[in-house]
């Protein structure tokens, strides 16, 4: 059995496209419609009721496209509103955070995680709940990181200046080190996480300044890769999978059609499709 119709996936902005590269890597076959609200984001210093509005009317753009399954590849999404869109939509829908945390709760040895996503997904707790249902022995540290987001959908995503933003905003966290990387006030060795969980797709993008400030020892996992594995058992176990030579890849944003092409040409190159601007009834 083969089912031709697109995959649906979803985000606020432009984050989801680090979890649909993956995807296009994991299921080459797979047709795609990716929908960035980016009109609406950063959706993580909104409160829950309007998460689960703007997530029920993303998707409902998605639905009306005829998908046969959808990613929430947003976390603050996922966080908020997975149930609720599980129990509105007839299809299969997989979140992001699931994935992550069984991937960190693998990565990690010395059992400390820490989590840095938006302030809605940390002030959920669903990232400390999914990794201690994985391993109940691991240590998870949660910390929000509200500047990333809005850093991204501005296109900054290297450079002094958004790592010594990223320097700032993980210090309580990792402890703070200075610009060559020695500890200037470090954490007691009690708190001290070998593993750093990107808990917001938009986080993968500023990878190499994280990276920079994490410095060596730490781990750095992200959703994506496990959540387009999760992607291929699902549709392998429904019989949903495309045949081979037909895929094809749209992409709308509610937001700056140049700005969101820009960071996509960034990501995938200058192959990749044309960006369509759509608007949204409900939209302010
Ligand atoms: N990519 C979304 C996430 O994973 C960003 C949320 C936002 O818009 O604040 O949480």
Redo the contacts with the bound molecule.
Sequence with gaps: MTDTRPIGVF???V??LTVLREILRRTPDESTIYFGDNAR??????PDEEVRAFSTESIDVLVERDVKAVVV???????IALGDLRRRYDLPILG?IRPGATSAALATRNRRVGVI??P??IRSHAYFEAIKDENPAVEVYEHAT?TF?PMV?AGLLAGAEVEASVREALAPLLGLRDASGEFVFPLPASARVDTLLL?????PLLRDAIGAVAGEGIAIVDSAAATASALAELLSINGLQAPSGSASHTQLTTGDVDQFRSIAERMFGEAFPDVAGVELAGAA
Excluded: I, K, L
């Excluded at 984001?41 to 909104?46: D, N």
């Excluded at 808990?199 to 986080?203: A, D, K, Q, V």
């Design positions: 985000d606020s902005g984050g989801g984001a950063p959706y993580g210093v909104r590849a947003c976390n603050t999404s996922t966080a992001v996503g938006t809605a997904t509200p987001v959908e808990g917001c797709t938009h986080y």
